[in-house]
């Protein structure tokens, strides 16, 4: 697999391929063409050929955007667990300590 495109790879690239773009995003070429497909990116050119190709500063915004979904599940999450860690936190403390000695 070639390596991921970064700032100091993807040089004076202004638009870049759905591989690069997946690379730079850590997902699949499908997973970018879907976004593609439901109009994420903005500005995306299509050649002849049917490729398309990406501005930089959109997969960025996307990039970001994605962390920011992905923070969020994170912090829903860890909200959910937090009555199952109360209970195993007694449980722990009543039983002595982690391991019940």
Do not use: H, W
Request: hydrophobic fraction near 35%; include cysteine.
């Amino acid at each position: 697999m070639p390596p991921k495109p970064d700032a100091a790879t993807v040089g004076n690239q202004r638009e870049l391929t759905v591989r690069q773009a997946a690379a730079m995003l850590n997902v699949s070429c499908p997973f970018v063409m879907r976004l593609i497909g439901d109009g994420e990116f903005k500005g995306v050119r299509t050649l002849l050929s049917g490729r398309q190709r990406i501005p930089l500063a959109e997969i960025e915004r996307v990039k970001a955007d994605l962390s920011e979904v992905t923070r969020q599940a994170l912090d829903s999450l860890y909200s959910l667990t937090e009555p199952i860690r109360r209970r195993q936190d007694a449980a722990d403390k009543s039983a002595g300590g982690p391991g019940g000695s």
